[in-house]
């Protein structure tokens, strides 16, 4: 069993910056891909970024790609998201996912992850 606890989140003016981290007990994350996503009011979960277990490979949505790098720290079983140039419309509750049986294929499902975090809220403001 993972448990998954995001922080970091706040209210940060449109182009500012904010790193979001995950840390995880139950488990070692280091053979566990993990992934980022995010729900704003009235829409859907969506995914916003992933990571392998090597850390190598990374993949993000069209709507944050060259903004956020997301990024793992096994030796701290934790998983960063650094948001950079922040825009109103990245407002939304930030959620951290888990998975450790590989899919071979990119994981950017909500169904593709076995667990989450409650999730830490970033606002945007214009």
């Known amino acids: 069993q993972v448990q998954l606890v995001e922080s970091g989140g706040g209210l940060v003016q449109a182009g500012g910056s904010l790193r979001l981290s995950c840390a995880a007990s139950?488990?070692?994350?280091?053979?566990?891909?993990m992934g980022w996503f995010r729900q704003a009011p009235g829409k859907e979960r969506e995914f916003v970024a992933g990571?392998?277990?090597?850390?190598?490979?990374?993949y993000y949505s069209d709507s944050v790609k060259g903004r956020f790098t997301i990024s793992r720290d096994n030796a701290k079983n934790t998983v960063y998201l650094q948001m950079n140039s922040l825009k109103p419309e990245d407002t939304a509750v930030y959620y951290c996912?888990?998975?450790?049986?590989?899919?071979?294929?990119?994981?950017?499902?909500?169904?593709?992850?076995?667990?989450w975090g409650q999730g830490t809220q970033v606002t945007v403001s214009s």
């Open positions: 996912a888990a998975r450790g049986v590989p899919l071979g294929r990119l994981l950017v499902r909500e169904n593709d992850y076995e667990y």
């Open positions: 139950g488990r070692t994350l280091n053979n566990y891909a």
């Open positions: 990571v392998g277990w090597s850390g190598g490979l990374t």
